[in-house]
């Protein structure tokens, strides 16, 4: 893209080439250094195994510094060569600019535009029609000039970025196991066709990256999931092909079989994330296709630019493969409702987002598997594990959402059963990032003190329904809704819509919950409708 004047008139092309010689300095004294320490390697008077594995030593190092000084003398000289070029094409640029603005009086723009001043009343006559016309040529010519200049800086510019990107070669992966804000200054440090190699090359390293913008998590996760299903649809393909299965009763019959069956459940799982993702508004933030389960984080909306996002995590018996498309449907509603809210409230230039957050394993109870309900209610129900791993993959999440948004943004949790444990403990932790936190249905938030949640008086909700006989488990401290500090938020019916009864309607459309959760989100707490208990 063509520089503007005013930035280019800050240009010092001088800089490269004092840049090149510093490069030019420091790899000659980087080699000087490495053939210094290689004498006294070679020179010390002493033999056997160890002195042979210092003299290879040394020759790898000379090696590896022959390669930088071979890099950097490289780099000096495209630097000179482009201080060079970028340097005569900006000082034609500026000179044509000015000429045509101090001796002619020409209205030259900051993008380079040339246009002729409004010249007196002359008259009609032919000579006064004659010089209009040659003012206006000449303004022309000197606009088809600068333009000609400025696009010789921006092909010196970008021809002296590519060389150096050769010489440097790909970009380097990000950094394992760090926090949102260091993934956030690893992309933003990342050159624009840097980031398009990353995206295009190695889209596994940034879907889950914490702190990197939504649009870009979404692309790459997508490019992963659809590589997935590729390749789990050719591997079932070829399974049916062979038929194994089919042709004998064995052993080889019967791995065969629990290999198809296996692939046919996870392309299912993959199809789901898919439907999930379909409708254009959607984003996937989250993408995990390995272990037992796939996890998965689904936005709508766009968590870049909304002024509110609302970050939902959903609890018990929830999987991608079977709840991930109506949680997001649910979340959609959510969203709509806090919009539709901040419209009727005179603030609707303001925008809404909302992600249903699954990259998580939440407790599995089946009916039909009495033996593993068992055992899972007393692993997981019992035992707060999942809660405490989830809590910590939410925190990483909301400070990604966070650290991705220098403007800053509006971030309300809303967790639903076990999902609202997690939430809980993630918030003593310290590791949410987060200014208001709903629990629904709740069977407890790991503490019976609102202040270890660590957000301030009056940002703590609590929604229970009539018939929810999870919200009065106290499994994981006491009820929140009996917490003090705690604001409960109504769910029976009322002016803003129906009542919502037993463990799974909260977020149900037109009702006084869903209401209230997205007066919550939209930054409205005044507009919810609270329970008489903390009127």
């Known amino acids: 893209m063509r520089p503007t004047l005013t930035a280019l008139r800050a240009w010092e092309p001088a800089e490269l080439e004092r840049r090149a010689r510093d490069l030019d300095a ?7 250094a490495v053939d210094v320490a290689d004498t006294r390697v070679r020179d010390t008077v002493w033999s056997g195994v160890a002195a042979a594995a210092a003299v290879d030593r040394s020759d790898r190092e000379r090696r590896v510094a022959a390669t930088l000084f ?6 000096a000289a495209v630097l000179r060569s482009g201080s060079a070029e970028i340097g005569a094409a900006r000082e034609v640029a500026l000179d044509v600019a000015d000429e045509a603005a101090a001796r002619f009086g020409f209205v030259v723009s900051d993008s380079g535009r040339v246009t002729a001043p409004v010249l007196p009343w002359v008259g009609v006559s032919l000579s006064a ?3 209009r016309i040659l003012v206006g040529e000449c303004a022309r010519w000197y606009d088809a000039r600068i333009a000609a200049a400025l696009d010789a800086v921006d092909a010196a510019d970008r021809a002296l970025a590519l060389a150096l990107r050769e010489i440097v070669g790909d970009p380097a992966a990000p950094p394992e196991g760090s926090a949102a804000d260091e993934n956030a200054r690893y992309w933003t440090a990342l050159a624009e066709d840097q980031r398009r190699t990353v995206l295009a090359q190695h889209p596994a390293w940034i879907g889950n990256l914490d702190g990197l913008p939504g649009s870009v998590r979404d692309a790459a996760n997508r490019a992963v999931l659809d590589a997935d299903r590729r390749e789990y649809t050719r591997l079932l393909e070829r399974i049916e092909q062979e038929g194994l299965y089919r042709e004998t009763s064995g052993t080889a019959g ?6 198809a069956s296996a692939a046919r459940a996870r392309l299912e799982e993959l199809d789901a994330v898919a439907a999930a993702i379909a409708d254009p508004d959607r984003r996937l933030l989250a993408y995990r296709g390995g272990g037992e389960e796939i996890r998965a984080a689904v936005a709508v909306g766009n968590v870049d630019t909304a002024d509110h996002v609302a970050v939902y995590t959903p609890g018990l018996n929830t999987t991608v493969r079977d709840d991930l498309d109506s949680a ?4 959609a509603g959510l969203r709509d409702e806090a919009q539709h809210q901040l419209v009727a409230a005179g603030r609707a230039d303001e925008e809404v987002a909302a992600v249903v957050w699954l990259d998580y394993r939440p407790p599995q ?14 692993v997981d129900l019992g035992l707060t594990a999942a809660a405490r791993s989830g809590a910590a993959g939410l925190g990483d999440f909301t400070r990604g959402l966070d650290a991705s948004r220098p403007d800053g943004v509006h971030l309300t949790a809303v967790g639903h059963s076990y999902g609202s444990t997690t939430t809980g ?4 932790a310290g590791d949410i990032a987060v200014d208001d936190a709903v629990f629904l249905g709740s069977p407890g938030v790991g503490t019976g003190d609102v202040a270890d949640l660590g957000l301030p008086p009056g940002h703590v909700y ?11 488990l106290g499994a994981y401290g006491p009820d929140p809704s009996t917490l003090p500090g705690v604001t409960a938020l109504a769910t029976n019916d009322g002016p803003f819509g129906g009542e919502s009864r037993g463990h799974s309607a909260y977020l149900e459309e037109g009702s006084t919950s869903r209401h209230n959760v997205g007066a919550v989100v939209a930054g409205l707490p005044d507009g919810a409708v609270t329970s008489p208990a903390t009127r």
Do not use: H, T
């Open 462 to 472: 609590v929604g229970e329904a009539d018939g929810d006989v999870v919200a009065d």
């Open 254 to 259: 019967k791995l065969e079989l629990a290999r």
């Open 328 to 331: 997001s449907d649910a979340v």
């Open 425 to 428: 403990i993630a918030l003593q």
């Open 129 to 131: 029609n004659v010089i």
């Open 70 to 75: 071979g890099d950097w003398a490289a780099a």
């Open 26 to 32: 420091e790899a000659k004294a980087l080699f000087a």
């Open 365 to 378: 109870v089946s009916a039909d598997d009495p033996a593993g309900a068992v055992r899972d209610a007393v």
